[in-house]
């Protein structure tokens, strides 16, 4: 299988996630890392990955890729409820 080079943005502090995108790419050697968020944190997702690009890489990598979708589920009270999702493909130059 290959290697997953994903980071799910969610409620940790901000710096963890750049963190992450930034030592994927400096101590692993990955070619490209996916940022991924659903709902509130898709704006979280976006602020990650350009801080991550821009001030900590020094515009090494750039966005290869955006794709938005949404997923269908049930919540607790039974009902079918959509959340918006994101897919921000960073790679390097």
Same mark, same amino acid.
Request: proline share 1%; charged share 30%; aromatic share 8%.
């Given at each position: 299988?290959? +290697? %997953?080079?994903?980071?799910?943005?969610?409620?940790?502090? !901000?710096?963890?996630?750049? &963190?992450? /995108? #930034?030592?994927?790419? &400096?101590? $692993?050697?990955?070619?490209? #890392? /996916? /940022?991924?968020?659903?709902?509130?944190?898709?704006?979280?997702?976006? %602020?990650?990955?350009?801080?991550?690009? $821009?001030? !900590?890489? *020094?515009?090494?990598?750039? @966005?290869? %890729?955006?794709?938005? *979708?949404?997923? +269908? !589920? +049930?919540?607790?009270?039974?009902?079918? #409820?959509? #959340?918006? &999702? @994101?897919?921000?493909?960073?790679?390097? $130059?």
């Amino acid at each position: 299988m290959a +290697e %997953d080079n994903s980071i799910f943005i969610g409620a940790k502090p !901000f710096m963890n996630y750049v &963190t992450g /995108v #930034v030592m994927q790419f &400096t101590t $692993k050697g990955a070619e490209s #890392v /996916v /940022v991924k968020a659903r709902g509130k944190f898709i704006s979280r997702a976006v %602020d990650v990955a350009e801080v991550a690009a $821009k001030r !900590f890489l *020094d515009n090494a990598v750039s @966005v290869r %890729d955006i794709r938005i *979708d949404s997923e +269908e !589920f +049930e919540n607790k009270e039974g009902r079918q #409820v959509r #959340v918006s &999702t @994101v897919e921000i493909t960073l790679g390097k $130059k």
